[in-house]
């Protein structure tokens, strides 16, 4: 797949994951060492970890969780959410022990409070979230980040993986075969209006 195609066609993918279909570990070091390329800030890299659970009760425990958190929000604020999108996501969080692979980027130290800090802390996690990401997509994988049980159960989900308390889970994401190989580009805004020159809301 060229670099154009994988960067614009890999979706979040909830329906479409192959829940019954195993996924190797080899597979997945393949994906990670790719990922372990991505940049980061400083002496931040020495700090990302991932954690993979493959483990069916653990996964049951952490999808519990996960839904509780997502049901409470989406009985708040499912109203406000596109149909697609939400039944989409319902679908993801409502099989979430199913998925064969749930990976948890992690981050030695919790958040700081400055905007700098912050800026490398987490922008040291991401680029290689999208790259693991990118090259699950690469293989014929796809993946979806489904953190929900963040808000209220990341303690509860550390003492279940044994995550000591100064290392923060910077995200879950649902990794599986995906049951169709095509994907879209999705609709994106246009450039023109995200992006300004030289000072702020001027296109120039
Ligand atoms: C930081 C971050 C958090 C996200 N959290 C969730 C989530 O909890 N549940 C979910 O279904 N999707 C989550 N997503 C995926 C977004 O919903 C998705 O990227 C967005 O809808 C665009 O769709 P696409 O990824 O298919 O292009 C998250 C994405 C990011 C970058």
Redesign the pocket.
Known sequence: MDAETVLTT?????RKLDLDREVPQHVLDDCLRIAQQAPSAGSMAAQFRWLLVRDADTKAKIAAYNRET?EAAWAQYGHLVEER?LA??QH??RNLERVPVLAIPCMIGRPPADAFSQSAYFGSA?PAIWSFQLALRDRGLGS?????HLQDHEADVAELLGIPDDVMQI??LAVAYTTQREFRA?ARPDIEDVTYLDTWGSRG
């Not at 890999?10 to 909830?14: A, K, L, N």
């Not at 979806?144 to 929900?148: P, Q």
């Open positions: 890999t979706r979040s993918v909830r997502a999108a989409s996501a993801l969080v991401y979806s980040i489904c953190g929900y995200s879950l999705a």
